[in-house]
């Protein structure tokens, strides 16, 4: 199983940003996928998560209405859309799915600073 983030960077206040987690070694149109965060001297937290076939979501109340999780079954990938960024949001954010045990990806930093 491999997850591969990528997307990140410097962004100001207000701004976007889209993640992407590329997937592979598994059978992704079947699993649940999710995405978390880590800021600097906090716990990994839950941003957003998505059912296997993309038909439920959810997220931390902390970014509802701001950010979007999708996914592409075709092409091995989930998204997080993020709107409305705020310095708060800075952390590092991995990919996540559990198969048997759980898989993270390397991570994608984002820092959302004027």
């Known amino acids: 199983v491999q997850l591969v983030e990528s997307g990140g960077g410097l962004v100001q206040p207000g701004g976007s940003l889209r993640l992407s987690c590329a997937a592979s070694g598994f059978t992704f149109s079947r699993n649940p996928m999710s995405w978390y965060r880590q800021a600097p001297g906090k716990e990994r937290e839950l941003v957003a998560a998505i059912s296997s076939a993309g038909i439920t979501t959810d997220y931390a109340d902390s970014v509802k209405g701001r950010f979007t999780i999708s996914r592409d079954n075709a092409k091995n990938t989930v998204y997080l859309q993020m709107n409305s960024l705020k310095t708060e949001d800075t952390a590092v954010y991995y990919c996540?799915?559990?198969?048997?045990?759980?898989?993270w990806g390397q991570g994608t930093q984002v820092t959302v600073s004027s």
């Open positions: 996540y799915t559990w198969y048997g045990s759980a898989y």
